[in-house]
C-alpha cells in the first residue's frame, strides 16, 4: 500500500522551498504519495525548480499560516484554513496517512489534539525522538509536550515508548529508565519519586530503574522517560553537543599541513561520525498518543531533515503506531492504589 504524506508546507523557518525540496526528495525514497499544503503559487513555484518525475504530487490549499510566534492554542482556533490545520484534517478525512510540520510545535500539537483527538485513554500525548548512543539509538520522551506532568502520564509516557521500541526497532521488551540525578530510587525531584514505584509496579514493562543523563548517550536502556521540560533541555543540549564536537574536530585537524594530511585520509570516518551525531538524520519526531502519524520536525528543519521526517512519518503509518498505542492502553492493568499513592522523601 502506498503511503500518502502530508506536508506542511508553510512551517519552518527557512520557508517553503526548503520544505518542498525536502519533501520531494523523502517522498522519491519512500515510494509514497505526497501532499504540499500551503499557499499554492508559493509551493508550484518550488516544485517547478525541481525534478517532480516518478512522484505523486498533489497541491493542497491553505489560506494561513501560524507563524512561530503565535500563541499555539489561540492561533490554531483562529487560523482554521492554517496550513497546520489543514494537513491534519486531511488525515481525519481519510485523505493521508501521516502529517509532517516543521512549525510551531505548540500548534501542531494543539492542531492534533482539536483534529484527530487522543487516543482512548491516553491522557496527554508525548514527542519521542531517538538519541545517538554508543550502541545505537536510545529513545527519549517527552520532549516537550507536557513541561509540567503528573506521575500517570510519564506511565502512559513509557508504555507508549514501549509500543514504538517495539514496533519501528523491532525491539522486544525494551528496558526503560526514569532520567533522574542518580540512580537510587529515593534521588530525584518530587515527580520522579512519585513515578518511580509506579513503574516499578507495571509488570509489563521492562522498568530497569533511574539512570543518570550520563547513561543517555551511553545507550544504558532503550528508553528514558522524563517530562517534557527535561527532557527538551536534554535533547537540545545533546544536539549543541554534537555540533560543538564536530567544528572542534574540524577546527583542530584542519590546523597544520600534517594534520590536514591525515584528516583526508580519514574522512570515510568523519563523515560516517557527522551523520550519526548530525539531527537531519533523524529528521522528526513523531507525537504519541494521538489519533494519527503527526511528525514535529525542527522549525530550522534543512531539506535533508525534511526528507528524513518523511521517513518517520512513512513507517509510522506503516506500522500503525497510533493502533498499537491504543492497544497497549487498552490491556493495561490498573495500578494498585497503596502503591499510586506511596512517595518518598527527597534525598
Same mark, same amino acid.
Not at 191 to 199: G, K, R, T
Not at 259 to 273: N, Q, W
Given at each position: ?44 513555484? *518550488? ?261 528524513? *521526517? ?38
Amino acid at each position: 500500500m502506498t503511503i500518502r504524506i502530508a506536508v506542511d508546507a508553510m512551517g519552518g523557518d527557512n520557508g517553503p522551498a526548503v520544505i518542498v525540496e525536502g519533501a520531494l526528495a523523502g517522498a522519491r525514497t519512500q515510494r509514497a504519495t505526497l501532499l504540499l499544503v500551503g499557499n499554492v503559487a508559493e509551493i508550484r513555484t *518550488a516544485l517547478s525548480r525541481l525534478d517532480t518525475a516518478g512522484v505523486d504530487v498533489e497541491v493542497v490549499e491553505a489560506t494561513d499560516v501560524v507563524a512561530m510566534d503565535d500563541h499555539p492554542a489561540q492561533a490554531v482556533r483562529r487560523k482554521p484554513q492554517s496550513s497546520i490545520n489543514v494537513a491534519l484534517r486531511l488525515i481525519a478525512e481519510g485523505r493521508a496517512d501521516a502529517v509532517v510540520s516543521a512549525g510551531n510545535s505548540g500548534a501542531v500539537m494543539a492542531a492534533s489534539l482539536l483534529v484527530l483527538g487522543r487516543v482512548k485513554g491516553i491522557e496527554r500525548p508525548a514527542i519521542a525522538s531517538y538519541i545517538p548512543t554508543i550502541k545505537g539509538k536510545t529513545l527519549l520522551l517527552d520532549l516537550g509536550a507536557v513541561t509540567d506532568p503528573k506521575p500517570s502520564n510519564l506511565v502512559q509516557f513509557a508504555e507508549m515508548g514501549q509500543v514504538y521500541v517495539e514496533r519501528i526497532l523491532n525491539v522486544r521488551n525494551p528496558t526503560i529508565g526514569l532520567l533522574s540525578n542518580g540512580e537510587e530510587p529515593t534521588k530525584g525531584n518530587a515527580l520522579v519519586q512519585q513515578v518511580h514505584p509506579l513503574l516499578a509496579a507495571e509488570d509489563d514493562l521492562n522498568f530497569v530503574g533511574n539512570v543518570e543523563g550520563k547513561d543517555v548517550v551511553m545507550g544504558t536502556v532503550d528508553i528514558v522517560v522524563t517530562d517534557g521540560f527535561t527532557g527538551n533541555v536534554a535533547l537540545k543540549t545533546a544536539e549543541g553537543v554534537a555540533t560543538f564536537l564536530m567544528e572542534l574536530m574540524r577546527e583542530e585537524i584542519t590546523a597544520t599541513l600534517p594534520r590536514k594530511l591525515a584528516a583526508y585520509m580519514l574522512r570515510p570516518a568523519f563523515r560516517s561520525m557527522r551523520s550519526k551525531l548530525d539531527y537531519a538524520e533523524i529528521g522528526g519526531a513523531p507525537l504519541l498518543g494521538v489519533n494519527g502519524a503527526v511528525i514535529i520536525a525542527h522549525g530550522r528543519s534543512s531539506a535533508r531533515a525534511i526528507e528524513s *521526517a518523511l521517513s518517520v512519518g512513512v513507517r509510522a503509518a506503516q506500522f500503525d503506531l497510533a493502533g498499537g498505542i491504543a492497544e497497549r492502553i487498552a490491556r493495561e492493568t490498573t495500578i494498585p492504589t497503596d502503591v499510586a499513592a506511596k512517595t518518598t522523601t527527597i534525598a
